[in-house]
C-alpha cells in the first residue's frame, strides 16, 4: 500500500532519550541500521500517554531496566520527514515524526543493560566527541538529528 500524497498524513509524536553517565552517553543501534548508525533510545508516544510516560517506557523496553533518572524535558524539538523505507514500515500512517528530548541519567551498572534483541542489535557508551560522530548521519530520517541533540545538551549546561 502507498499513499498518493504523503503530505497529508500526520507526524507521529516521539521522544528520544539522551541517556549518559558520567561523561559518557549510551547509544543504540536498531536492527537494519548500517554498522556505523547509532541513536539515543527513543520511539513513539502512545495514545493516552504523556511525553515522560513514553520516554519511561521505551527506556525499559530498550534497555531491560528501571535504574534511570529523568533529569528534564528540553524546550527543543525535532520534526522531520521520514524517508521511503520508514513510511512503509510505519504502514503509511505518519508522513514523519516530532520527536520530544529528555535528558536522563543512567543509574545501573552495565551488567543491568539487557537490550530488546527484538528490535536493536547493540548498544555501546561513548564519550561526546565519539557520540557527536556516531549520530552524524545524511539520512533522511537523521533529519537535524545532531543539531538538535547539541542545543539538548547546551540547554542542560552540559556544553
Known amino acids: ?30 536492527l537494519g541500521f548500517k554498522d556505523n548508525w547509532w541513536k539515543f533510545p527513543q520511539g513513539g508516544i502512545e495514545k493516552d500517554e504523556t511525553a515522560e510516560e513514553a520516554a519511561r517506557r521505551e527506556l525499559e523496553e530498550e534497555i531491560g531496566n528501571k535504574n534511570f533518572n529523568i533529569i528534564g524535558k528540553s524546550s527543543y524539538t ?19 515524526q516530532i520527536q520530544q528530548f529528555f535528558l536522563v541519567e543512567y543509574t545501573g ?16 557508551w561513548a564519550d561526546l566527541e565519539e557520540m557527536f560522530a556516531s549520530i552524524d548521519h545524511d539520512g533522511k530520517d537523521f533529519t537535524n538529528y545532531k543539531e538538535t541533540i547539541k542545543k539538548v545538551l547546551s540547554e542542560f549546561g552540559i556544553i
Do not use: H
Open 78 to 96: 525535532n520534526q522531520f520527514d521520514w524517508s521511503d523505507k520508514s513510511l512503509k514500515l510505519a504502514g503509511y500512517r505518519w508522513r514523519g
Open 1 to 30: 500500500m502507498q499513499i498518493k500524497n504523503i503530505k497529508n498524513l500526520p507526524y507521529r509524536n516521539g521522544v528520544c532519550c539522551v541517556v549518559f553517565k558520567g561523561k559518557k552517553f549510551l547509544l543504540v543501534q536498531n
Open 109 to 124: 551498572d552495565e551488567k543491568e543493560i539487557k537490550i530488546n534483541k527484538k528490535e536493536t542489535r547493540r548498544y555501546k
